[in-house]
């Protein structure tokens, strides 16, 4: 069966993760436009908006497909991530639009090469949350059942960690990720 080279049971791709950093886009990007917010707060609305999202996706769509055969998991994924691309079509059409500037940011020349501030920024970030995510998930409790669960899942709950919550918590991570993403 060729699908369990592509997943096993035990391992769950979101092919929707790059759509929910969409999400994250388009609601930073409305925020700021429409409703005039800060950017700050456009981005904790984006972050929370697509936390949510993700704890539903999972819950509606991957969690009913626990023990399911590899290829509807699959199958699964790919329709959720058809779904929120469509419906970004619907509400937002296909037309480019231009994100606005979050925060202004003076270029920086080493040489002959010039790095735009905002790579800079991006480079910072994510250096930051490479950090704090590596200690969440090596120093804290769930980062160590989250471990534990992405290893044997099973075995895990023999252990006493809520597998669900586990990946529903893994979810909702990854999606406020994603939605800083978007941002950039």
């Known amino acids: 069966d060729w699908s369990s080279d592509v997943c096993s049971s035990d391992l769950m791709l979101n092919f929707a993760h790059g759509d929910i950093i969409m999400v994250g886009g388009y609601i930073s990007f409305c925020a ?24 539903v996706i999972e ?10 055969p590899s290829l509807a998991v699959l199958i699964t994924a790919i329709g959720v991530s058809y779904f929120l691309q469509n419906l970004a079509l619907i509400l937002f059409g296909s037309q480019q639009k231009a994100y606005p500037t979050l925060i202004q940011m003076g270029s ?6 010039t790095i735009d501030g ?20 090596n120093r804290t409790r769930m980062g160590k059942a989250m471990r ?15 597998v669900n919550r586990t990946i529903a918590i893994t ?14």
Do not use: N, Q
């Open 32 to 55: 700021m436009s429409y409703l005039g917010l800060p950017s700050v707060l456009a981005v904790v609305l984006a972050m929370l908006a697509c936390t949510a999202l993700g704890i």
């Open 59 to 68: 819950g509606l769509a991957y969690k009913p497909l626990r023990s399911a």
């Open 108 to 113: 920086v020349t080493i040489g002959s090469v």
């Open 118 to 137: 905002i790579t800079i920024l991006t480079l910072l970030v994510t250096a930051l949350i490479m950090v704090v995510l590596s200690f969440f998930i």
């Open 148 to 162: 534990a669960v992405s290893e044997d899942k099973a075995a895990a709950a023999l252990m006493g960690i809520s």
């Open 171 to 184: 979810f909702a991570i990854g999606s406020a990720l994603a939605a800083v993403a978007s941002i950039f």
